[in-house]
């Protein structure tokens, strides 16, 4: 805008000279007419801007990785005095790795809608999220420039895969006291029943309904999962500060999530979410899917003892707790192994370097460009 | 477009190059302003540039002409049929040029007359102009539009590119403004009707944007031209309203301009001279300005020749340049152009610098002066004294009032002669009564030098007493005698009348000294009173001896102190300078003492120069021969030149030997400065003589044959080759400037626009490629579009498609597809 301001400037400098020099009417008129045209320039912009409004919009809600997706930016504009021009600036940024993009979009004199639509694909998972920072409407010269208001901002999850993993389910993922706990006398007599059952309520996931039961009650009942504590297995989920790291997490944890969905394993995720855990329980699709989501939007969290307050607040009898992390010291590997109270306990260390790993019988590396042959080593 | 990833960080979020879904307005409505903003354009143009020069074209013809073109050409943007149209609107402009070349060649010269008609009215200069057939009113006006009209269609075409394909204020403002250019540089208006139309147009194109733009990092991306919302037409009603108001607000046979903008404008004026005066310091001597500073350092001087000089006589010569006859100080200017006004009424169209030649050529000889001017400034053309040449026989110069021969810097010829009479300086007798006298002797016996009238003595008292001035009043002021009037012939008659008023005039204006300095010239250089007066020649010969052994030549003077006099510093502390100094000086005690006198700047030949080179031959003058002097009026005589710089050659006066101080020929000092680049003027006579030699060739005069038929066939082939080429780089920038576009514009558009011109191919009989449609319709429609190497892929099939259409299609339809698609 300033170099717009320069050149007006010195046209009206040309301009006055002009007037000078020139004694003729014409320099007059020509003169008072490049003094008028900015004054006409931003009482058209006081009349138009007051109209124009602009949002993000995105093309998906969810998309795979690599898989092409848009941000739509509609800009609005009165009709009878649409807008001369609507500058825009956005950010594109990735919860899960912090990069972020700038861009300046610029719409020219229209009418009612326009809509710029910024194609994208991300590489990486997480929650990418199109803002509008700022919108301005400048005059016809582009000497003035009014705020315009900005209304809604997009946001697009780049999932990680869903295959499950090639990992080793065994028949042992179940704690002994979970199998002895369930009722023989249960409806059913199913051996994989949970330890409660209640009525449906609103809201219930439909993977949680007991058929078996609901057919005999006539009611739809529901498995209900018990206390979080009770779950055979854990995992901790611990994101670092590198993308690659971030995404080879997700990656893993998806995949071996949705192993236990597949063979109807629930389990329980822990997550550290500000100074605390958070922690969330699942035995479908849709359960994961929202614990995924969630861990997609979590930004990079500040440097705390997630394995300690684990171990203070979590830490109860459990068959296998899963650890994703993207390092992990040899001290903390052995006090994990010592306090622990898990029947058993797996380190996976995500898209750490060669240099950097433990070498332990529960360590695993997981490296981003062999994620199979990595996990296939898993046993759950 | 390509996949941008960023280097400096792992990234994974790849983005495009955005795309303007949709937005912008109607499409219609869109040409349509672009068809209104092109009349505009056209017809603003074409009625200014005929209103400006009064052209006889038909106006109403021609704003047909503009909307019939813009029209066309509007329709051919939007069929996509622009190119063709160009190419045959070409075409049909060649043929009608063709078919019609008498009445276009007749009306190109029309116009031209009517625009040096306007440039002569309206500037001091004089404008050639062409002779054309006898036509009447109709067939000129017939004419001169349909040569206006002609003119008209390439320029339609050049804004309708910059309105429809680029929508760029710039470029059209490139366009048309030199057709206003044209008439503004001589002040001359154009109607204000048009001037409107061309101020809406340029607005309109300045306000209306072309295209959506994204900047992402340093990378900077651009969609093609929108459409414009059918405001715009609010806009622009609303421009053209506002031009309308401050027409009828403010009529222009009401406008009056404030009076400070004028004296801003004054103000402007005087600050730029005197900085161009600070910069250009070796302009001192070329008289290219209406002042001249003398506290301008001398040091300018590069050593390189700007004049060559002839002579057909061996005499000396002064080449007077600027002349300077108001003293401010620091500085010599002209008297101001109202000073001059009565006595143009008075000498009724003689120029006072022909007045010398008056005289006759019966009784002096004429010496002819050529010269070539080869480095000085064009705006001054050196002229001898007595110039007998009139404005009549040299179109050429502005003879300015009495000063000097101005020339045009564009204009002025580089090569000039002139006649001076040779007078010989036995006329100088101070005295008009004796002069007539003498002349008539002269003219009786038709012999200059049978004059035997005796010099009188003690007419001209040196001291500037009063009795002295009323002296000299009468001897400036008074006619000849009615009876010796009556007996002089013509031209010498009216020659003494208008002497008469001249040096009436000359002893009103070139006598102003300032108090201060006057008094101190008189004391410094006439103490006491002077009981006796002396000749005229004699009183010249003294200031000259005197002002010339006062002080000592050097080029190093030093500079004026900052609020003092320049030549009372110089006559009464410095007592140093050069040719400027002792010529101010010597201007200044004549005038104290009551001789008109005033500071010329030129050049000076010394007659050994002259001879030496021959009639034929020619002298080089270099820029550091650049001379000041004084000259004196004499009354019955005209001007004569004061050599007052110590060693500087004067003009022989030998006169009354009893009386008469010999003329201080021998240089008091000679300056040993070296003839070097740093040097300032030299006197003459000291000065070893650029000797002219032999091998100099005087510019050989055109001969007045046409060029032969081999020429005019190699030019025209020549022409043609030229042609081309022009053409072929015409179609390869095409070609390039497409493959770039294909390139920067996003995938999908792409290859959208590459589909478009294969249908292009397909016109002309070839196939269409089903893998392009194939990728034009995933484009066009599909939700991710393609892939960068599809659009490769789709580049490949175009040159495939135009390939097979190549090799099937006839030679002619070759070529036609090679010109139109490229």
């Known amino acids: 805008m300033w170099g717009r301001r320069l050149a007006y400037l010195a046209v009206l400098a040309a301009g006055g000279l002009f007037f000078i020099f020139f004694r003729g009417y014409l320099s007059y008129l020509v003169f008072l007419f490049l003094l008028i045209l900015p004054v006409l320039s931003f009482v058209w912009l006081l009349l138009s801007f007051r109209f124009a409004g602009v949002r993000a919009q995105a093309s998906k809600a969810a998309v795979e990785k690599k898989e092409p997706f848009s941000f739509m930016i509609r800009a609005k504009s009165s009709r009878l005095f649409p807008i001369p021009c609507l500058r825009v600036t956005i950010e594109i940024s990735n919860a899960l790795g912090g990069e972020t993009e700038r861009e300046l979009l610029s719409f020219p004199f229209f009418a009612g809608e326009a809509v710029m639509e910024q194609p994208c694909r991300s590489a990486c998972c997480g929650k990418l999220s199109c803002t509008v920072r700022r919108a301005r409407g400048l005059d016809f010269l ?80 529901v498995r209900e999962g018990g206390s979080s504590a009770e779950r055979s297995i854990r995992f901790l989920v611990e994101c670092g500060s590198q993308l690659l790291e971030n995404d080879c997490i997700m990656e893993t944890f998806s995949r071996l999530a949705f192993l236990l969905v597949e063979h109807g394993i629930p389990a329980q995720v822990f997550w550290p979410e500000d100074a605390e855990l958070g922690s969330q329980g699942f035995d479908g ?96 | 477009m390509k996949w941008k990833k960023r280097h400096e960080t792992y990234s994974a979020l790849f983005m495009q190059a955005p795309e303007v879904r949709q937005g912008g307005g109607h499409g219609w409505g869109s040409l349509l302003i672009g068809c209104l903003l092109l009349f505009l354009g056209l017809a603003g143009t074409a009625w200014a540039f005929v209103s400006s020069f009064a052209l006889p074209a038909h106006l109403p013809l021609l704003l047909a002409l503009a909307a019939c073109l813009s029209l066309l050409l509007t329709a051919g943007y939007r069929w996509r049929f622009a190119d063709i149209l160009l190419f045959l609107l070409s075409a049909a402009l060649c043929l009608f040029l063709w078919r019609f070349q008498g009445e276009i060649v007749q009306g190109f010269l029309c116009t031209v007359n009517c625009i040096t008609k306007a440039y002569t009215e309206n500037s001091p200069f004089e404008f050639p102009t062409f002779l054309v057939e006898e036509m009447t009113d109709l067939e000129r006006q017939r004419c001169c539009t349909m040569f206006v009209g002609a ?109 400070q903008v004028d004296d801003l404008r004054v103000s402007l004026e005087t600050t730029g001279q005197r900085l161009v005066e600070q910069v250009t310091n070796s302009l001192l001597f070329s008289g290219s300005r209406d002042q001249a500073n003398l506290e301008n350092q001398t040091d300018g001087f590069s050593g390189k020749t700007v004049l060559e000089v002839q002579s057909s006589r061996g005499t000396d010569l002064r080449l007077r340049g600027f002349t300077g006859s108001v003293y401010n100080g620091s500085s010599w200017s002209q008297l101001p152009q109202d000073e001059y006004a009565l006595l143009e009424e008075s000498l009724a169209g003689t120029s006072p610098l022909n007045l010398s030649g008056f005289l006759g050529k019966d009784l002096f000889s004429s010496i002819r002066v050529s010269v070539r001017n080869v480095g000085a400034s064009r705006e001054i053309l050196y002229a001898p004294y007595a110039l007998a040449t009139t404005p009549e026989e040299f179109p050429e110069a502005d003879y300015v009032h009495d000063s000097f021969l101005r020339g045009d810097w564009l204009t002025a010829p580089l090569e000039y002669s002139m006649d001076c009479l040779d007078v010989q300086s036995s006329f100088l007798y101070g005295d008009r009564e004796l002069a007539a006298e003498a002349y008539l002797q002269c003219v009786q016996t038709n012999d200059p030098s049978s004059q035997e009238l005796p010099f009188p003595e003690g007419l001209y008292y040196l001291d500037g007493s009063e009795y002295a001035r009323e002296e000299m009043r009468k001897l400036y002021c008074t006619p000849v005698p009615d009876d010796l009037l009556a007996a002089l012939p013509e031209p010498l008659h009216t020659w003494m009348e208008e002497e008469t008023e001249y040096s009436t005039f000359v002893y009103d204006h070139y006598l102003d000294v300032p108090e201060d300095l006057k008094e101190t010239l008189l004391d410094s250089f006439y103490p006491g009173a002077q009981s006796e007066g002396l000749p005229f020649d004699n009183v010249i010969s003294q200031v000259e001896l005197m002002v ?148 100099l060739m005087s510019y050989a005069e055109q001969e007045e044959e046409g060029a032969s038929p081999v020429w005019q066939v190699l030019l025209c082939v020549l022409g043609v080759i030229l042609f081309c080429a022009l053409l072929v780089l015409l179609f390869l920038l095409r070609r390039s400037l497409r493959e770039k576009r294909y390139l920067r514009l996003p995938a999908n558009r792409s290859v959208a626009l590459m589909y478009r011109h294969a249908l292009g191919a397909v016109r002309f009989g070839s196939e269409m490629e089903p893998r392009l449609r194939e990728l034009a319709e995933k484009a066009k429609f599909s939700r991710n579009g393609v892939t960068e190497e599809e659009r490769r892929e789709a580049r490949s099939l175009l040159t495939q498609v135009y390939g097979k259409a190549a090799q099937k299609l006839p030679l002619w339809k070759r070529v036609l597809l090679f010109l139109w698609k490229g």
């Open chain 2, 548 to 695: 010339s052994t006062s002080a000592t030549y050097s080029l190093d003077a030093p500079q004026t102190p900052q609020g003092e006099d320049f030549i009372e510093y110089f006559v009464t502390e410095s007592h140093e300078g050069y040719c400027v100094h002792f010529a101010s000086t010597a201007v200044m005690l004549l005038r104290s003492m009551g001789i008109p006198a005033r500071y010329v700047e030129g050049f000076a030949l010394s007659w050994d120069e002259l001879e030496e080179a021959g009639p034929e031959g020619w002298v080089e003058v270099k820029d550091s021969r650049s001379h000041a002097w004084a000259e004196a009026y004499c009354p019955g005589f005209g001007w004569v030149p004061v050599e007052a710089t110590p060693g500087g050659g004067t003009v022989p006066m030998v006169s009354n030997e009893t009386e008469s101080e010999p003329v201080s020929s021998e240089p008091e000092e000679l300056s040993s400065a070296p003839e070097e680049a740093s040097s300032a003027s030299q006197p003459v006579s000291s000065h070893p003589v650029q000797e002219n030699s032999s091998s």
């Open chain 1, 142 to 221: 582009r000497l003035f420039s009014l705020p315009v208001r900005v209304k809604e901002s997009a946001a697009v999850f780049v999932l990680p895969s869903r295959t499950p993993a090639p990992a080793a389910v065994t028949e042992n993922c179940l704690l002994p006291d979970f199998a002895e706990l369930s009722l023989p006398t249960a409806p059913g007599n199913d051996p994989s029943d949970p330890f409660d059952v209640r009525s449906y309520q609103p809201g219930d996931p439909l993977s949680r309904i007991h058929w078996k039961l609901s057919a005999k009650q006539g009611e739809w009942i």
């Open chain 2, 151 to 259: 003119c008209m269609v390439p320029v339609a075409g050049a804004l309708s590119w910059a309105v429809f394909r680029r929508r760029s204020f710039v470029c059209a403002f490139v366009f048309t403004f030199p057709f206003l250019l044209a008439a503004l540089m001589f002040t001359i208006t154009p109607n204000l009707c048009a001037m409107a139309m061309l101020l809406v147009f340029w607005a309109g194109l300045a306000f209306l944007p072309s295209r959506a733009r994204c900047c992402v990092g340093k990378q900077n991306f651009s969609s093609g031209i929108q459409r414009l919302p059918a405001a715009s037409f609010l806009m622009l009603t609303l421009m053209a309203g506002v031009v309308s108001l401050l027409l009828f607000a403010i009529p222009a046979e009401e406008y009056q301009r404030p009076e």
């Open chain 1, 285 to 380: 699709e849709e359960e994961a899917s929202e614990i995924l989501e969630v861990l997609l939007s979590r930004s990079v969290p500040p440097a705390f003892p997630v394995l300690e307050l684990f171990r203070e607040e979590h830490w109860k009898k459990c068959a296998h707790l899963i650890y994703i992390t993207p390092k992990c010291s040899p001290e903390r590997l052995t006090g994990l192994l010592e306090a622990g109270n898990a029947e058993r306990v797996t380190v996976l260390l995500c898209g750490t370097k060669q240099e950097q790993e433990i070498s332990h019988d529960v360590v695993i590396p997981v490296r981003p460009d062999r994620l199979d042959d990595c996990l296939a080593e898993v046993e759950l």
